[in-house]
């Protein structure tokens, strides 16, 4: 399941084929995904310069000059694709022709330029919508969302105030979208762990210092992320166009049973299940 750092190097992605282009056809290749499609997507698309994209939490945000903005989720298995002249803003050699339209995808942005923005999801938990721009942050799906980790609003200072009192693990707390949107399973355990913050610990008893370090650590994760994402996206393994997954090197997710990377720990890495979500950490050095 894509995660925040994904999400963005997907928008990234996305970026330099749709900036500034038209959508010259949209081919709607079913009635919809987790959700109906909106009524007339296909014809409310259709001529629709993009603008420009944006993300908030795990969703894409693509805004249209028509004022309305249509609003991506990839859900468990979603995947972008772009084909067509990648050559223009991909370093490298690519020469993409379309490939063939397949059984999932479900949704082809035929866009000015013969280049092609694919919307596939075998499982089709994933969503699309397109909304009015002006009221895009009031969407069911965004209006409940805290803070973005990376943003301004999510500071130490307010960590603190919204774990105060709080009885729950600090890593189902971390999940709470309310708390703090887009992050997910595996950048929750990697930042516990170089936190030396345990998973099981209750929220409201973690001191400011520590809250502090999580805080920075929490950006430290994702940038990092968002940076070997970056990284991929100027790599040879995009060369099928398929935007977002990456090679990963995680210290604790899925590691159970391996020795703690913390130089001098010498502890093995646990895997507990919370909320119906396996967490990984390190028995020794996360207190
Ligand atoms: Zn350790």
């Known amino acids: 399941m894509p995660e925040l750092p994904e999400v963005e190097t997907v928008r990234r992605g996305l970026s330099p084929a749709m900036e500034g282009r038209i959508i010259e056809r949209a081919e709607i290749r079913r009635a ?10 296909a014809d409310r698309l259709t001529g629709a310069r993009v603008e420009r994209l944006r993300r908030r939490s795990k969703y894409i945000l693509i805004d249209l000059d028509t004022q309305e903005t ?32 397949e ?13 092609r923005v694919t919307f596939n999801d075998p499982r089709r938990f994933g969503a699309l919508d397109l909304i009015a721009t002006h009221t895009a942050d009031a969407h069911p799906l965004l209006a409940p969302l805290g ?20 009885k729950g693990p600090i890593k189902s707390l971390l999940l709470d979208q309310r708390i703090v949107s887009g992050l997910g399973n595996i950048y929750v355990c990697e930042a516990l762990h170089r936190s030396g913050i345990h998973p099981e610990r209750a929220g409201g008893r973690i001191g400011m210092a520590r809250i502090e370090l999580l805080t920075t650590i929490i950006r430290e994760v994702l940038r990092e992320a968002i940076e070997a994402g ?21 210290r604790v997710y899925d590691r159970e049973g391996a020795p703690c990377p913390t130089p001098a720990c010498g502890g093995t890495i646990r895997r507990i299940v919370q909320g119906g979500r396996s967490s990984y950490f390190c028995p020794q050095c996360q207190r």
């Open 32 to 41: 919809g995904l987790r959700w109906p499609f909106p009524a007339g997507l």
């Open 70 to 101: 249509i609003l991506i989720h990839l859900g468990m298995s979603g995947r972008m694709t772009v084909s067509g002249l990648t050559a223009a803003f991909v370093p490298g050699e690519f020469h993409h022709a379309h490939p063939q339209i």
């Open 103 to 115: 059984k999932h995808d479900h949704v082809v942005l035929h866009m000015a330029g013969d280049v």
């Open 147 to 166: 803070p973005e980790p990376l943003g301004n609003l999510f500071s130490a200072t307010y960590l603190h105030a919204r774990l105060k009192g709080r």
């Open 230 to 250: 970056g990284s991929s996206l100027r790599d040879y393994r995009q060369a099928d166009g398929e935007l977002g997954y990456f090679q990963h090197n995680f």
